[in-house]
């Protein structure tokens, strides 16, 4: 049986015969009619065909000059033999194959079957032989293809796998997975670098290589790399030259690039997919190049994740173990730094980095080894900082994340497709790119679209209209965009009036998102003046109170809903004069006679009852008439209605009694019943009004807004021009006009002016005023008026708000006290944190609150207002306002005196009492300020006591908390009393630890040990009575110099007490301190809460102790 495959264009082209169902390449036609003469068949059986198709081309091409010869006349057309012959046939799988591609340039073919196999073959014009084989697939190779630019073959698989093979190692380099799909085919974009590959529930689109191209500019140069050389690109002459060739060997592609501009040195980063094993190269860019053959300097290349410039000649890595190495020009390590755990780190100035963890970016101090700021942006991928290095644009898949120098967030912007690049424009405005468009992002958070993309560009530069780029073939490109948009609403933002003035009369600033915008943000009045639109000057002006301005739009619309919006509007104003008009026009009859009605405009209201009546508007005419008070009416109308008894009861209770007997004359005395009058009713006459009230209610007079006071001063200008043209004869008379003859000179039609009708002098004399020897008093005093350099509406301005006194403390003083006494708590905190790590404020809160208490006096001024403030100045004689610092009332001498009190605990036993004293005392000891070096140096030796007394004190308390049943029990009680020898405290504390330690000791028969602390006792002279007892001790210690049992103690080896296990650390052992009181501590106990202070992290690296400003000098 026969399978036949026809191929069909306009005619049919070709016949293959075959003894099974078979596919062709993808490049058959092409190959066919570009010349190649050859093409491949793979059927389910083991071979693949190379078939030649010289014959068919020959047989569909026209002949013509320098085509092929003239096809025989006895050529079979189509059932003949010669259109395909089979070239070559390839024999090595073992099971159907399932597909086969030519190479796109090279004699090559790759094919896939189903043994699993992917198979790599050469040929020539005689033969077709088998190059290798790529084994990794488990299951049919469904589909495989050349890479169309790299030596890459990639191969698709029932296995639910796509792999990507190195054609000269013919290893795997590549492996992409789905858990639920097999793959079935394959093809490639035929110009981008973007692959698609169906599987059972649909398609994928993958690429394999980073398109992103790394560059890096300085001042008006762009540094790239493109195909491995990095070229240079002048921004202002477009010149694009290549300055060297890089060092080959690496298949990736640069991943990114440092420059350092005073040693014109490059660091190049080259990721691999095993991150591990990335690599850099330090490259010195030469000075001299031939740019059509650069020189390729020798580079020096070393292991790391990234490397950037962190000084002239210094440069950071981030190594395989995320630790970072500063290294020199030379490549050689200088210094290693420990951080937090980071797996990427970017520029950020000189002696500073960024590092990015999983969830958020922290600014590094490289030299100091501390952190200054982080924040939370998950997965930032691309660090951008403005020329100023003043803001920074954090660049993940779909977030942007805008910050200042101190990595405080600004704003943060969410995309649904992915951020390409971005770059700061000279205004402070970022401008990125996402994969279709160019957008721009304020500080503030607005954000906006400037221009569609056809292709995903990367920015380099922003200025003015142009913005310079690299495409994905890294080549430099200029693009125009429109930046009026982001002008204006930055110039908005920072009240920049006049020029967002000039854009307004002559910026084309259409589209809703303006006039959205500046609703938004308050300035609806601006929208007014270039909005045309009579339906969108309508709302504008009612958002901004403008009457007059929605009065002439709503009669441009004369729409009723805008007439009823208007009207509550005015009504709001008190303008009753314009809500009578939108009552009019809306005939909004009901509401109109109130308004007249509490206007006092009572002939306005006779005409709406006669209205109402013509209207035969029975309840609006009743009405009217209880407005106006016009009883005969409301008798007449209740007549009209056939409501005789209140008729009769209206008529007859207002004394009307004509009218009363006639409607009495109308009741049938057998079917109708009179009603009965009150003769206790009164008359129910509205009061008449006082005083007809005719004009609007009156308004506070304001200032008029920038825009305001710009436009009607262009009004009246333009008005001024107006008059001055239109003006003719009247009084001005002949003299307007002034005749000039043929020579210049005067005319003679007319009598000339002499000097003296000049009014001057002389030549140049001018206007001749005459009041510079006016004498005016001394004593006069007028206030500024509109034509004195006020303001020029001549209306009152209050004054700017000052700074507040608190303000002005923090911005003076970086001492935590000050801004606790403004009240400024988050910046207290922030100033504690760094200077002595405080990270738990829970305990310094009735201490904050105790100081802030003291920073202000309260008197009281007027009964019943609120009292008045006083700021007391610790500074006042020398310093004013402006200046001046807090006044602290807490002095260093009180918390001397408030040590003695502690001693006292200490001495009567009250160890719990004594301990949270010496606490507060030491929390206390940030918030002095004192004035000289040896203030500050008995401030740090008050702390060094606190945290003393606290340890020995606590490690008593848990002492005696301790169970004795067993041995270890009491030699752990031992051990403790024996480490409390050890703090340094006062001498008569000391006899008492020392006496204790003496007792237990002798008790556990360790006699060596009892008796040194016996001598230490006798040493610091005790009592009479008690030295007796010790000696008598001593002796009989002596008699047996040795420890029945053996202790953690080496009371000749020094150490310090671990202030949480209360163990010895000794002298050579890691130790971690609390930077606030100095507290010891074991490694492992790194990062958690001093047990002393309860309020700093353990280990945590602070600049010291602050508590006077010669700190800071």
């Not at 024999?91 to 790599?120: C, T, Y």
């Not at 009036?497 to 609806?524: C, F, T, W």
């Not at 919006?565 to 909004?588: D, W």
């Not at 007079?701 to 001055?724: N, P, R």
Request: with cysteine; proline share 4%.
């Amino acid at each position: 049986m026969y399978q036949v495959l026809w191929i069909f264009m306009q005619t049919n082209i070709c016949q293959l015969w075959s003894s099974s169902f078979f596919f062709l390449s993808q490049l058959f036609l092409q190959r066919v009619f570009s010349g190649k003469g050859s093409y491949v068949r793979k059927s389910l059986c083991y071979i693949v065909n190379v078939y030649t198709g010289l014959g068919l081309r020959k047989k569909n091409v026209a002949p013509g000059p320098g085509g092929v010869e003239h096809r025989p006349d006895n050529t079979p057309d189509l059932f003949g033999t010669s259109d395909a012959v089979v070239k070559h046939v390839l024999e090595g799988h073992d099971r159907g194959v399932n597909w086969a591609a030519f190479h796109p340039s090279m004699p090559l073919i790759v094919s896939g079957a189903d043994d699993r196999q992917v198979k790599l073959w050469r040929m020539n014009e005689s033969k077709a032989w088998e190059v290798d084989t790529c084994r990794g697939h488990y299951n049919n190779v469904s589909c495989c293809l050349f890479h169309p630019r790299q030596e890459l073959i990639l191969s698709n698989s029932e296995d639910k796998s796509i792999r990507v093979w190195d054609m000269s190692k013919r290893t795997a380099v590549q492996t992409f997975r789905r858990d639920h799909d097999r793959f079935w085919v394959m093809a490639a974009h035929p110009s981008l670098n973007i692959f698609a590959a169906g599987h059972d529930s649909g398609m994928v689109i993958f690429k394999l290589e980073r398109e992103r191209p790394a560059y890096a500019t300085n001042g008006n140069i762009l540094y790239y790399v493109k195909e491995r050389y990095l070229r240079q690109l002048d921004f202002n002459s477009s010149k694009d030259v290549a300055v060297m060739q890089l060092r080959s060997g690496s298949k990736h592609p640069v991943y990114s690039m440092s420059h350092n501009p005073a040693e014109n040195a490059v660091l190049l980063t080259t990721r691999t997919p095993n991150v591990e094993n990335s690599t850099y190269d330090l490259y010195a860019i030469p000075k001299d190049t031939d740019s059509s053959s650069p020189d390729a300097p020798e580079g020096k290349r070393s292991s790391g994740l990234r490397a950037v410039w962190v000084a002239r000649n210094r440069f950071a890595v981030l190594d395989r173990t995320h630790t970072i190495l500063i290294k020199n020009l030379k490549n050689e390590i200088t210094k290693k730094v420990q951080v937090p755990n980071c797996d990427d780190v970017f520029y950020a100035g000189t002696g500073m980095l960024l590092l990015r963890d999983a969830d958020s970016m922290t600014l590094f101090d490289v030299q100091q080894k501390r952190t200054l700021g982080t924040v939370r942006v998950s997965k930032v991928k691309y660090v951008i900082w403005s020329n100023d290095m003043s803001h920074v644009a954090l660049l993940s898949k779909h977030v942007i994340a805008i910050c200042n120098r101190k990595l405080e967030s600004l704003c943060t912007i969410h995309e649904n497709v992915r951020v390409k690049s971005g770059a700061w424009d000279e205004s402070g405005v970022f401008i990125y790119t996402t994969s279709n468009h160019i957008k721009y992002a304020i500080t503030n958070g607005d954000y906006g679209i400037i221009r569609t993309l056809d292709l995903p560009i990367y920015i380099t530069r922003v200025k003015g209209s142009s913005v310079y780029c690299l495409d994905r073939d890294c080549r430099p490109r200029v693009l125009s965009i429109d930046p009026t948009e982001y002008r204006f609403k930055l110039a908005l933002i920072n009240r920049k009036y006049d020029e967002v003035l000039h854009m307004v009369r002559n910026a084309k600033l259409v589209g809703q998102s303006i006039i959205a915008y500046l609703q938004k943000k308050g300035y609806p009045e601006v929208a007014l003046h270039f909005v045309k639109d009579e339906k969108t000057r309508f709302g504008l002006a009612l958002e901004c109170g403008n009457i007059e301005v929605a009065l002439e739009a709503a009669k441009a619309l004369d729409d009723k809903s805008c007439w009823n919006r208007l009207g509550e509007m005015a009504l709001l104003q008190g303008n009753h004069q314009v809500v009578e008009m939108a009552y009019q026009r809306t005939k909004n009859f009901d509401k109109l006679s109130f308004l007249y009605l509490i206007t006092g405009n009572l002939d306005k209201l006779r005409k709406m009852m006669k209205i109402a009546e013509i209207r035969k508007d029975t309840s609006g005419h009743y009405q009217n008439a209880l407005f106006l008070g016009d009883v005969a009416e409301r008798t007449k109308i209740l007549r009209a209605c056939g409501q005789k008894s209140l008729a009769y009861l209206t008529a007859a209770t207002h004394g009307l009694e004509e009218e009363a007997d006639a409607i009495r004359e109308t009741f049938d005395p057998e079917k109708d019943k009179l009603p009965e009058v009150d003769s206790s009713a009164k008359l129910m006459a509205p009061p008449p009004p006082c005083l007809q009230w005719e004009t609007n209610w009156p308004l506070l007079t304001v200032t008029k807004g920038f825009f305001e006071s710009a436009m009607t001063q262009k009004g009246k200008a333009l008005a001024a021009e107006h008059e001055i043209e239109d003006v003719a004869g009247g009084a001005w008379g002949d003299d307007a006009e002034l005749i000039i003859d043929d020579d210049g000179g005067w005319g003679t039609t007319g009598e000339g002016l002499d000097e003296e009708g000049l009014g001057g002098d002389g030549e140049d004399a001018g206007w001749d005023v005459g009041d510079e020897d006016l004498e005016l008093p001394a004593d006069l005093d007028v206030g500024p008026g509109p034509a004195m350099g006020g303001d020029e509406e001549g209306y009152f301005v209050p004054p700017n708000k000052g700074v507040s006194q608190g303000q002005v403390w923090c911005n003076n003083s970086q001492l935590p006290v000050d801004h606790i006494l403004a009240g400024s708590f988050e910046t207290a905190f922030r100033l504690l944190h760094d200077q002595v790590g405080v990270v738990d404020f829970s305990t310094y809160q009735n201490l904050f609150m105790l100081t802030m208490a003291r920073a202000r006096t309260a008197y009281i001024g007027v009964p019943s207002l609120p009292n008045l403030f006083g700021y007391p100045h610790r500074n006042w004689k020398e310093s004013g306002a402006r200046a001046g610092m807090a006044a602290v009332g807490l002095k260093l001498n009180d918390l001397v005196q408030r040590l003695q009190q502690c001693y006292q605990l200490t001495t009567g036993g009250k160890f719990q009492e004594a301990a949270e004293r010496f606490r507060s005392l030491l929390l206390s000891v940030p918030l002095l300020v004192v004035e000289n070096k040896q203030e500050i140096s008995e401030a740090q030796q008050l702390l060094a006591i606190c945290k003393e007394y606290i340890i020995g004190l606590s490690m008593e308390i848990s002492r005696k908390e301790q169970p004795k049943a067993t041995l270890d029990n009491q030699k752990r009680i031992c051990e403790m009393a024996a480490y409390f020898t050890h703090t340094q405290l006062q001498p008569i504390h000391l006899i008492l630890t020392l006496r204790t330690a003496l007792n237990l000791f002798f008790k556990l028969k360790n006699f060596k040990t009892a008796a040194s602390f016996a001598r230490r006792l006798l040493e610091l002279g005790p009592k009479p009575e008690v030295a007796q007892q010790t000696r008598k001790i001593l002796q009989a210690c002596e008699k047996n110099l040795t420890d029945t049992h053996e202790l953690e103690y080496d009371q000749h080896n020094p150490f310090d007490i671990c202030a949480s296990t209360y163990k010895p650390i000794y002298r050579g052992k890691p130790v971690e301190k609390c930077p606030l009181c100095g507290a010891c501590y074991q490694p492992q106990l790194k990062g958690s809460v001093c047990t002393i202070c309860k309020v700093s992290e353990v280990g945590k690296d602070c600049i010291g102790l602050r508590i006077s400003q010669i700190q800071f000098r």
